[in-house]
Every structure is written in C-alpha cells, then in structure tokens.
C-alpha cells in the first residue's frame, strides 16, 4: 500500500491505494498554516480510522499547487512511515508529451489528472478540474497534452461576488438551483453561478471541438464538478478520484521494478 496527497489550493485529497484500487480516500481543507508535525499527526489518525498500520504503507507520492507546502507533506508522512514521498514535476516519469511554450509551467494536478483519462477515456479528451480555478486541460487523439485554459472557478466567483456587493449573503452551492430563473436573491445567485458556469463548460465543448476537429471525451473532477457537470447539456463523466488514479499511475511508473498501473 501507498500513500497519495493531491494538495489544491482550497482542499486535498488524502488516499491509500494498492496496485489494484483506492482503499480509502478523505477531503481536507488545505492549510498553509498547519506545521508538518499537524499534518503527520492528521495522515496518521487517518490511517488508523480506516485501520491501516504504518508499518504497510511502502511509498507514496504527492502533487501540490502550494509550493510551500510540499516539504511540509513530505516530511509529515515521512515521520509517520519512514518513507520518502515521490513529488509529481520534472524528473518523475509520467508518460506525457506536454506540447505547452514551457512543459514545466504544466501544474501537477493538471498531469496527474492527464495522465488518468488517457487511461480512462477515448482519446482526445477534455478535462475540466472545478476548484478554485477552473482548469481546462486538453488532450489529442494521440493523447499528448495540447494546453487548456485558467478560470476563476464557481465557489472563487461567489467568494467575489459576495465579498463586492455588501447584500448579497453566503449561500452554499452544494445542491442545485430549483429552477433556471431564480424568484429570490438565494436561488438567483445558486442559478447564476452553476448554469452559468454549466453553460460556460458547454460552450468551451464546442468551441474546443470545432479548433481540435473532433468530438472529445470529457471528463470533469473537482469540487462542485456534479453540481455543474448536472447542468450541462453534453455528456460528461465526473469522475472524483480522477486526481489519485493518477497519481497511482504515475508511482507505479516510477516504483523500481514495478510496470503494473491499473484505473
């Protein structure tokens, strides 16, 4: 067994994996406050909820978009297992050919997740990672990483909008609206944000459709990604673990002697 850390800028995906499967998985809130020794202390109280021993967890792996927390994380589950975490970026192999101005500019949630539809879907793909920003990843038919797009993700819109207009409340965008047309300040902000986002997610579709000349797949994870995956007109998978299904495959290419890598 493994450990996976996918750090993002609001929340982390902490899991425990085999070659075979996702043993547990929990969200945390990302903190860049919280010391190594807090974080040992959360990875290692995860563990023993679920009832895994430290002494069966052989390596794990780590992709962050928080720089300074990547040392934290690595040191925190080294405390606990004795082991050194893999860091997803230059250096660790992970079978992309990223056609960007600059390959190393590409975050390490943006590969992990490429790296997981290759094995997923159809080639070319569409990957949309719903957090605080919204990143557009896209894929050829030959499965090399052509670029994408950066924006303000739907919870980050709301933060905006609320914090700008002094009587617009906090609403939670955990559920859809009731209806297109909201009849009240609550549901015409839930409205706003999600079909607007859906209809945004929709139009990407078609516009990178029409440049790449083929219908993709497309693939969605993320925070709210089934509340605005719900609202789109075309066909999506949401797919949660996408981010530690990646990051399984890329250990298990880097993990001596090791060629097995499974979704």
């Known amino acids: ?3 996976a850390i996918d750090a993002g800028n609001t929340e982390m995906i902490y899991g425990v994996m085999d070659e075979e499967r996702i ?16 974080y040992a202390v959360l990875f ?13 967890i052989e390596g794990g792996i780590i992709s962050s ?6 040392q934290n994380l690595q040191y925190a589950v080294f405390s606990i297992t004795g082991k050194k975490c893999m860091i997803v970026g230059p250096g660790l192999k992970n079978g992309l050919r990223i056609r960007l101005d600059d390959p190393a500019e590409l975050g390490a949630d943006q590969v992990a997740a490429a790296v997981a539809a290759r094995h997923q879907v159809q080639m070319p793909a569409v990957i949309f990672d719903v957090g605080t920003a919204t990143t557009v990843s896209v894929l050829a038919e030959n499965g090399d990483y052509l670029g994408g797009m950066i924006i303000p993700g739907p919870v980050l819109s709301l933060d905006a909008l609320c914090r700008s207009s002094s009587l ?5 965008l955990d559920s859809e609206p009731a209806r297109l047309i909201g009849t009240n300040t609550e ?28 219908t993709p797949a497309v693939v969605m994870t993320g925070d709210t990604a089934s509340a605005v ?10 797919d949660p673990m996408l981010m530690l299904k990646g990051l399984r495959i890329i250990y298990l290419k880097n993990r001596k002697g090791s060629r097995k890598h499974t979704v």
């Open 65 to 70: 978009v928080v720089p300074p927390l990547k």
């Open 44 to 56: 290692r109280d995860l563990l023993h909820i679920h009832h895994v021993s430290t002494e069966d």
């Open 23 to 38: 043993l547990f998985s929990s969200r945390l809130s990302t903190d860049r406050r919280k010391t190594a020794d807090e």
């Open 229 to 238: 995956a719900g609202l789109c007109r075309h066909s999506i998978l949401v």
């Open 187 to 214: 549901d015409c902000m839930k409205s706003g944000v999600l079909y607007g986002n859906a209809a945004m997610v929709d139009g990407l579709i078609d516009r990178i459709t029409g440049e790449i000349g083929k």
């Open 1 to 3: 067994m493994f450990l």
């Open 168 to 172: 617009l409340p906090q609403i939670s």
